[in-house]
């Protein structure tokens, strides 16, 4: 990383440079104010910069100089599967006949991309157990609010307009409840026990009547299987409610288990995470969902179904929840992560998951010595420590986390779940090798040996970055939210 | 079989498993519940190297009629734009595109300035204060403009235009249903909203009304009285943008829109069958603390060094939880850098350039088509689409055009019921005078639109 002051792309404008070429126009000009009304011709140019070619890349390129991606370094941010990104994916996702189409275009005009679309949508209910999968949602999030919509449908479908209520364990990601808001329900918190799985007395306190939903992630954001799965499922399904899969752990289960089997009835996917979507500096994601023959009529608009040996989008659904995006979804990244299934096919992705549970398991032991371990069973693809030990040592998890970025790491998640104090989530995944994971194990016992010795060594970290730890309490009292030329 | 994207060995295998303390790794899955294992082999397509792959997914890309390869004058919200080569090649700097979310500023500082130059772009374009770092698409960052406008006001009827998208229209009505709102679609006329119908329905109970400049049809509507007509009874003023139309049309901001929205993809984005593409939205200040999704502000480091983070993060889904302004959490990052270097490429001069011969080949190719007889449905101001009148079906004379080459317009008849056998054609600055002609004369030549009286 290069250390030097950046400035913004605004300030290298001067008037007069460019960084474009285009045609001079070849159609006779007429004159605009003739056929716009002044009042909506712009007068105030927008302030764009003014730029040449060169300055444009060496721009660009000192960002990246300044960013770390699963390229630069291992990346075992727990909840988010940074595994590698395949560069086959990128290539593919850039052919002509798939990235320059139109969504408008007529049906018998892409019938190549609808059947990769059907091939997906296929493999991802195979994968999950699931009768039928939609690609249409943008993202996790997304295809928890289109689940959850289509759980409200399929209730009101049967004339029960009383639940209101969406229970989410603790441990959740803060989309769960945040999504059952959007979609018009209550959150109601069920407890984790001592083993950080759902308290099932805890459970069958707040099921009752009123309950559109569970939501879970299985395993949960604490990296550990829910054994009592299909008591929950009982649970929530003898009250008349549906149970959700957050899918966003599946790195974990591929060909071992499949949330249709777990009595799930809604399903999201990560394909951004699970299936090498690269995340690309916070997305795009594209978060398939999948359902249960019963809720089939609910999926949202157009479905893409076969018929004979043509693909087709049906929109005569008169039950389904409607749109939930323009066009079919994110389909350069479901291009991705078809390519990346293709790549693995059936033993690969069972593979997968396995060394994901075995790289994770390694690590824990090896770091259970040096740090809190609040859960000491075997864990499935990631694990949570707990740093209160060296937080009365004067070193919080922050500092842990910062001292990292000094050893080229992009730290773990922290202070996720909520549940655990301190929290320090390592998700290592299957793509990293054995010495990696070795080398960053070295790097966190030393940072806890420091904790000991030289607290300020981590406290003031980091030391090597292009910035110092910033402040955030100001940025966010005096926001500024875009630049404003000097003048 | 081994997999290049798997680096375990065997022996690091044994070496793993005796540190644990285990025989198997089948050890670590018997939490599982033996009820719920899976016991068999997914039944998904077996594995395929790499060369396999690349020709089976090249065999599905050229089943696709594709937009290099032809002439094309379909756009409906999706548009083939001119793309400067260094898009690209700037997307590929992998420290972009394999990053995550900048959660930790000190090593993200790439992307977060990034974010910071979109956001700017996009208030420059907009005329507004505030702009997010992006929306999953044009389509749902209108239906949380209209869940803002609701929270905000208090009030639970959305008066969105027929000229506003129909699937933007669509997705609203499934997130206004989530959250128990009404939306009244407010008739057009003329191929504009009916400022008329529009005065009809807006009421104290009005959160907001949303219209798209230029609207569906390519039409400028006009903003200065609807702005009146919304600002009267104390509702916002919503309105959808074609990012680009902006860098000829005045901005949104001085009509004194409280939300824009819209989708950056005419900005290097390609068009990719409908997405990922890249939803933007911006406010006036008053709004930057409900605004969804992140937002990344200027701060210093420690050393008084100028430094970007995100911010006003408490709106946001990982703190507030059930309260947050939205779910949304992963949101278009990649595709609002695309459009950043798109819009950086183009310039001051470029926006206006580019937009400016949108208009010019657009009028051009209605001249052309007037003066083959063919009849313009509307005859209000536009950008760089209009809509034409055909004596059959969309389809038929779409399956005509390519034959010669050419991707044909979007027929309306498919979401307007009223619009049968019209067509929207969208002409952008990709298209040469001779392709323009060339639509033109096939046109003219088909048996089917021949008879339309001159
Ligand atoms: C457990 C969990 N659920 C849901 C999500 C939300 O997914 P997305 O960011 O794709 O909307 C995440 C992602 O951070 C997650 O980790």
Same mark, same amino acid.
Request: proline share 5%; with cysteine; hydrophobic share 40%.
């Given at each position: 990383?290069?250390?030097?002051?950046?400035?913004?792309?605004?300030?290298?404008?001067?008037?007069?440079?460019?960084?474009?070429?285009?045609?001079?126009?070849?159609?006779?000009?007429?004159?605009?104010?003739?056929?716009?009304?002044?009042?909506?011709?712009?007068?105030?140019?927008?302030?764009?910069?003014?730029?040449?070619?060169?300055?444009?890349?060496?721009?660009?390129?000192?960002?990246?100089?300044?960013?770390?991606?699963?390229?630069?370094?291992?990346?075992?941010?727990?909840?988010?599967?940074?595994?590698?990104?395949?560069?086959?994916?990128?290539?593919?996702?850039?052919?002509?006949?798939?990235?320059?189409?139109?969504?408008?275009?007529?049906?018998?005009?892409?019938?190549?991309?609808?059947?990769?679309?059907?091939?997906?949508?296929?493999?991802?209910?195979?994968?999950?157990?699931?009768?039928?999968?939609?690609?249409?949602?943008?993202?996790?999030?997304?295809?928890?609010?289109?689940?959850?919509?289509?759980?409200?449908?399929?209730?009101?479908?049967?004339?029960?307009?009383?639940?209101?209520?969406?229970?989410?364990?603790?441990?959740?990601?803060?989309?769960?409840?945040?999504?059952?808001?959007?979609?018009?329900?209550?959150?109601?918190?069920?407890?984790?026990?001592?083993?950080?799985?759902?308290?099932?007395?805890?459970?069958?306190?707040?099921?009752?009547?009123?309950?559109?939903?569970?939501?879970?992630?299985?395993?949960?954001?604490?990296?550990?299987?829910?054994?009592?799965?299909?008591?929950?499922?009982?649970?929530?399904?003898?009250?008349?409610?549906?149970?959700?899969?957050?899918?966003?752990?599946?790195?974990?289960?591929?060909?071992?288990?499949?949330?249709?089997?777990?009595?799930?009835?809604?399903?999201?996917?990560?394909?951004?995470?699970?299936?090498?979507?690269?995340?690309?500096?916070?997305?795009?994601?594209?978060?398939?969902?999948?359902?249960?023959?019963?809720?089939?009529?609910?999926?949202?608009?157009?479905?893409?179904?076969?018929?004979?040996?043509?693909?087709?989008?049906?929109?005569?659904?008169?039950?389904?929840?409607?749109?939930?995006?323009?066009?079919?979804?994110?389909?350069?990244?479901?291009?991705?992560?078809?390519?990346?299934?293709?790549?693995?096919?059936?033993?690969?992705?069972?593979?997968?998951?396995?060394?994901?549970?075995?790289?994770?398991?390694?690590?824990?032991?090896?770091?259970?010595?040096?740090?809190?371990?609040?859960?000491?069973?075997?864990?499935?693809?990631?694990?949570?420590?707990?740093?209160?030990?060296?937080?009365?040592?004067?070193?919080?998890?922050?500092?842990?986390?910062?001292?990292?970025?000094?050893?080229?790491?992009?730290?773990?998640?922290?202070?996720?779940?909520?549940?655990?104090?301190?929290?320090?989530?390592?998700?290592?995944?299957?793509?990293?090798?054995?010495?990696?994971?070795?080398?960053?194990?070295?790097?966190?016992?030393?940072?806890?040996?420091?904790?000991?010795?030289?607290?300020?060594?981590?406290?003031?970290?980091?030391?090597?970055?292009?910035?110092?730890?910033?402040?955030?309490?100001?940025?966010?009292?005096?926001?500024?939210?875009?630049?404003?030329?000097?003048? | 079989?081994?997999?290049?994207?798997?680096?375990?060995?065997?022996?690091?295998?044994?070496?793993?498993?005796?540190?644990?303390?285990?025989?198997?790794?089948?050890?670590?899955?018997?939490?599982?519940?033996?009820?719920?294992?899976?016991?068999?082999?997914?039944?998904?397509?077996?594995?395929?190297?790499?060369?396999?792959?690349?020709?089976?997914?090249?065999?599905?890309?050229?089943?696709?009629?594709?937009?290099?390869?032809?002439?094309?004058?379909?756009?409906?919200?999706?548009?083939?734009?001119?793309?400067?080569?260094?898009?690209?090649?700037?997307?590929?700097?992998?420290?972009?595109?394999?990053?995550?979310?900048?959660?930790?500023?000190?090593?993200?500082?790439?992307?977060?300035?990034?974010?910071?130059?979109?956001?700017?772009?996009?208030?420059?374009?907009?005329?507004?204060?505030?702009?997010?770092?992006?929306?999953?698409?044009?389509?749902?960052?209108?239906?949380?403009?209209?869940?803002?406008?609701?929270?905000?006001?208090?009030?639970?009827?959305?008066?969105?235009?027929?000229?506003?998208?129909?699937?933007?229209?669509?997705?609203?009505?499934?997130?206004?249903?989530?959250?128990?709102?009404?939306?009244?679609?407010?008739?057009?006329?003329?191929?504009?909203?009916?400022?008329?119908?529009?005065?009809?329905?807006?009421?104290?109970?009005?959160?907001?009304?949303?219209?798209?400049?230029?609207?569906?049809?390519?039409?400028?509507?006009?903003?200065?009285?609807?702005?009146?007509?919304?600002?009267?009874?104390?509702?916002?003023?919503?309105?959808?943008?074609?990012?680009? *139309?902006?860098? =000829?049309? @005045?901005?949104? &901001? /001085?009509? #004194?829109?409280?939300? +824009?929205?819209?989708?950056?993809?005419?900005?290097?984005?390609?068009?990719?069958?409908?997405?990922?593409?890249?939803?933007?939205?911006?406010?006036?200040?008053?709004?930057?603390?409900?605004?969804?999704?992140?937002?990344?502000?200027?701060?210093?480091?420690?050393?008084?060094?100028?430094?970007?983070?995100?911010?006003?993060?408490?709106?946001?889904?990982?703190?507030?939880?059930?309260?947050?302004?939205?779910?949304?959490?992963?949101?278009?990052?990649?595709?609002?850098?695309? *459009?950043?270097? =798109?819009? @950086?490429?183009? &310039? /001051?001069? #470029?926006?206006?350039? +580019?937009?400016?011969?949108?208009?010019?080949?657009?009028?051009?190719?209605?001249?052309?088509?007037?003066?083959?007889?063919?009849?313009?449905?509307?005859?209000?101001?536009?950008?760089?689409?209009?809509?034409?009148?055909?004596?059959?079906?969309?389809?038929?004379?779409?399956?005509?055009?390519?034959?010669?080459?050419?991707?044909?317009?979007?027929?309306?008849?498919?979401?307007?019921?009223?619009?049968?056998?019209?067509?929207?054609?969208?002409?952008?600055?990709?298209?040469?005078?001779?392709?323009?002609?060339?639509?033109?004369?096939?046109?003219?030549?088909?048996?089917?639109?021949?008879?339309?009286?001159?």
């Amino acid at each position: 990383m290069r250390t030097e002051h950046q400035s913004l792309i605004f300030e290298l404008s001067k008037p007069g440079r460019v960084g474009y070429s285009i045609p001079e126009l070849d159609v006779p000009e007429i004159n605009v104010e003739s056929i716009i009304p002044s009042d909506y011709l712009r007068t105030e140019e927008a302030d764009l910069p003014e730029v040449s070619e060169l300055q444009i890349v060496r721009h660009y390129t000192a960002l990246s100089n300044r960013n770390h991606g699963v390229d630069s370094g291992f990346y075992p941010l727990g909840s988010c599967t940074m595994k590698y990104n395949p560069k086959i994916n990128e290539d593919v996702a850039r052919f002509p006949g798939f990235a320059h189409i139109h969504p408008l275009q007529d049906e018998d005009t892409v019938q190549g991309a609808m059947e990769m679309m059907y091939r997906l949508q296929t493999s991802l209910a195979e994968i999950t157990g699931m009768d039928e999968v939609t690609l249409q949602p943008a993202a996790g999030a997304h295809g928890e609010w289109t689940g959850l919509m289509m759980i409200r449908a399929y209730h009101e479908a049967n004339g029960d307009f009383n639940r209101t209520k969406v229970i989410v364990p603790d441990s959740a990601h803060g989309t769960n409840p945040a999504s059952a808001t959007v979609a018009g329900f209550e959150s109601i918190t069920v407890k984790s026990d001592e083993r950080g799985l759902v308290d099932l007395e805890d459970l069958k306190r707040v099921v009752d009547q009123d309950v559109a939903a569970l939501m879970l992630t299985n395993p949960n954001t604490l990296g550990l299987f829910e054994e009592h799965i299909l008591e929950m499922a009982k649970i929530v399904h003898e009250a008349g409610g549906k149970l959700y899969y957050d899918g966003a752990n599946a790195n974990a289960i591929l060909g071992f288990a499949r949330p249709g089997d777990m009595g799930f009835d809604v399903v999201h996917l990560n394909l951004h995470k699970t299936f090498t979507g690269p995340h690309g500096g916070g997305g795009p994601g594209s978060g398939p969902v999948g359902v249960k023959a019963d809720l089939i009529p609910f999926l949202p608009k157009p479905v893409l179904v076969k018929e004979d040996d043509l693909y087709k989008f049906e929109y005569d659904r008169p039950q389904s929840i409607g749109r939930v995006k323009p066009f079919y979804g994110n389909f350069g990244i479901n291009v991705r992560a078809f390519t990346y299934i293709m790549t693995m096919g059936p033993d690969g992705l069972h593979q997968v998951s396995e060394n994901a549970v075995l790289n994770a398991n390694y690590m824990m032991r090896r770091l259970e010595p040096h740090f809190d371990l609040p859960f000491t069973q075997h864990c499935k693809h990631e694990f949570v420590l707990s740093g209160r030990r060296q937080k009365k040592l004067g070193v919080r998890t922050l500092d842990i986390a910062k001292r990292l970025l000094d050893f080229g790491y992009h730290p773990p998640t922290i202070y996720f779940p909520l549940s655990v104090e301190e929290a320090i989530m390592i998700e290592p995944t299957e793509t990293e090798s054995k010495e990696t994971l070795d080398e960053f194990i070295e790097k966190m016992i030393q940072i806890s040996k420091e904790a000991e010795e030289t607290p300020e060594l981590v406290q003031e970290a980091p030391h090597t970055t292009v910035v110092k730890r910033l402040d955030e309490a100001t940025a966010a009292r005096k926001p500024i939210l875009k630049y404003t030329k000097q003048v | 079989m081994t997999f290049r994207y798997l680096p375990m060995t065997d022996q690091d295998k044994k070496e793993m498993l005796e540190t644990i303390g285990i025989e198997t790794t089948e050890d670590l899955f018997q939490d599982i519940p033996e009820e719920v294992r899976f016991k068999g082999r997914l039944q998904i397509e077996e594995a395929l190297s790499e060369p396999q792959l690349v020709k089976e997914m090249g065999r599905l890309a050229a089943l696709n009629k594709n937009t290099k390869d032809h002439a094309s004058f379909l756009g409906a919200g999706v548009y083939d734009h001119y793309t400067p080569s260094i898009v690209n090649h700037m997307l590929l700097r992998s420290e972009f595109y394999t990053a995550y979310t900048p959660y930790q500023p000190e090593i993200s500082q790439g992307e977060l300035q990034a974010i910071f130059e979109f956001q700017t772009m996009i208030c420059e374009l907009t005329g507004m204060d505030v702009a997010n770092s992006s929306m999953y698409d044009g389509g749902t960052a209108l239906a949380e403009a209209g869940l803002l406008s609701a929270a905000q006001t208090r009030r639970k009827k959305i008066v969105v235009s027929k000229s506003v998208h129909p699937e933007s229209r669509a997705v609203l009505h499934t997130y206004a249903k989530g959250q128990h709102l009404e939306v009244v679609e407010v008739d057009t006329d003329n191929g504009m909203t009916s400022v008329d119908s529009l005065r009809a329905e807006v009421d104290e109970e009005t959160a907001c009304v949303i219209v798209q400049y230029p609207n569906f049809f390519g039409q400028i509507e006009p903003l200065k009285e609807i702005e009146e007509i919304v600002h009267n009874v104390k509702g916002m003023f919503v309105v959808s943008s074609n990012p680009l *139309a902006l860098g =000829a049309l @005045t901005p949104p &901001g /001085k009509f #004194g829109a409280d939300i +824009v929205v819209g989708d950056a993809q005419p900005f290097g984005i390609a068009q990719g069958f409908g997405g990922p593409h890249c939803g933007y939205f911006a406010v006036t200040t008053k709004l930057m603390r409900k605004v969804p999704g992140r937002l990344v502000g200027q701060t210093v480091d420690e050393d008084g060094k100028r430094g970007f983070v995100l911010t006003l993060q408490a709106r946001e889904q990982h703190i507030r939880r059930d309260k947050a302004t939205s779910n949304i959490c992963s949101n278009q990052a990649l595709n609002a850098l695309a *459009a950043s270097i =798109a819009m @950086t490429a183009l &310039g /001051k001069q #470029g926006v206006k350039e +580019v937009a400016h011969q949108n208009i010019q080949k657009a009028h051009y190719a209605k001249k052309v088509l007037e003066e083959k007889g063919f009849k313009i449905a509307f005859t209000g101001p536009f950008f760089n689409e209009f809509v034409i009148e055909l004596k059959c079906t969309a389809k038929e004379v779409n399956r005509k055009l390519l034959e010669s080459g050419i991707i044909g317009g979007y027929d309306l008849g498919l979401s307007y019921s009223e619009l049968k056998n019209h067509m929207l054609l969208a002409v952008t600055e990709m298209r040469t005078k001779e392709e323009i002609d060339q639509l033109a004369n096939v046109l003219e030549g088909l048996a089917c639109v021949q008879n339309i009286s001159h």
